[in-house]
């Protein structure tokens, strides 16, 4: 059983920053990309940024030059740096990871989400 556990959410003015984390836990071989989700009201699930275990990164054209993720495999764990928030960037953020088990297929586990909201 895999968990991945978000903290960092919470209330910003615009123009402000937040930082997540999701740190991963449970019996896994080891996990290969991690990556932060995002939905808002009425919207579909959007992929905000991703980083392979090798370090290969990729971003919303929304989000690059602002946000910036970065992962500690030591400690299963990826962060999200988020500045210069705007309005439009209010939704849950989701992680996820794409585990690696000892025995059977890759698959992908989700986080609970955790709340950003920027007000104007």
């Known amino acids: 059983q895999v968990h991945l556990v978000e903290s960092g959410g919470g209330l ?3 123009g402000g920053s937040l930082r997540l984390s999701c740190a991963a836990s449970g019996s896994f071989f080891r996990i290969n990309v ?3 989700y ?4 009425g919207k579909q699930r959007e992929l905000v940024a991703s980083r392979t275990s ?3 990164t ?3 054209d929304s989000v690059r030059g602002r946000f910036a993720i970065s992962r500690d495999d030591a400690k299963n764990t990826v962060y999200l ?8 960037d209010t939704a849950v953020y989701y992680c996820n990871a794409e585990i690696i088990p000892y025995t059977g297929p890759v698959y992908h586990h ?3 989400g955790t709340q950003v909201t920027v007000s104007s």
């Open 12 to 14: 910003v003015q615009a």
């Open 58 to 60: 990729n971003y919303a």
């Open 38 to 41: 995002r939905q808002a009201p």
């Open 110 to 112: 989700w986080g609970q």
């Open 81 to 88: 740096q988020m500045n210069g928030l705007k309005p439009e």
């Open 34 to 36: 991690m990556g932060w």
């Open 54 to 56: 090798g370090g290969n």
